[in-house]
């Protein structure tokens, strides 16, 4: 499951890359455009959607052996998401966004960073529920998550407080 998410992002990656400066634009159609952090978080959703139903495999056994294999996953989408999201703030602000629509688009991203933390404590909760590990703790996997959630929101705030000095 690591593997592949590691992959799916890897792809998702050379995909962006890939489709840099290869726009066609036509005067029919108005170009629709979605911030890189969208992208990256709506594909994180979608993966963790099709996951969703592989919590626990045809053994009833648990697909993450350990709380810290489940943190490694999810630390690992929040700083992908992280990385878009500071790369698209840092664009709003050269483009001259005020100071309102800079403090909602921080408010929506630290949200999207929450939402990917939730999603990992639940399913860490969820791994708990099926059948308990020996490998740490449940509460001090969840809150070094949450932790790295906080870093990460922390990072954006700054980004915004110092863009408006």
Not at 20 to 47: F, H, M, R, W
Not at 89 to 104: Q, R, T, W
Request: charged share 25%; with cysteine; hydrophobic share 35%.
């Amino acid at each position: 499951m690591k593997r592949s998410l590691m992959i799916f992002f890897l792809l998702l990656t050379l995909g962006l890359f890939a489709s840099c400066g290869k726009t066609e634009e036509t005067e029919d159609t108005p170009e629709e455009t979605v911030a890189l952090s969208d992208q990256v978080y709506l594909n994180i959703k979608k993966d963790l959607s099709a996951q969703a139903g592989e919590i626990i495999d045809a053994s009833q056994r648990a697909v993450y052996s350990s709380y810290e294999e489940v943190y490694n996953d999810y630390s690992g989408m929040l700083s992908e998401l992280y990385k878009a999201q500071a790369s698209d703030l840092k664009k709003e602000i050269e483009e001259g966004a005020d100071n309102n629509a800079l403090s909602k688009s921080v408010a929506d991203k630290t949200a999207k960073l929450r939402d990917i933390a939730a999603d990992g404590v639940s399913m860490m909760s969820k791994m708990a529920s099926i059948n308990p590990v020996d490998n740490g703790d449940y509460s001090d996997w969840s809150n070094k998550l949450n932790t790295i959630c906080t870093a990460y929101e922390n990072k954006l705030t700054e980004t915004f407080t110092d863009s408006a000095k």
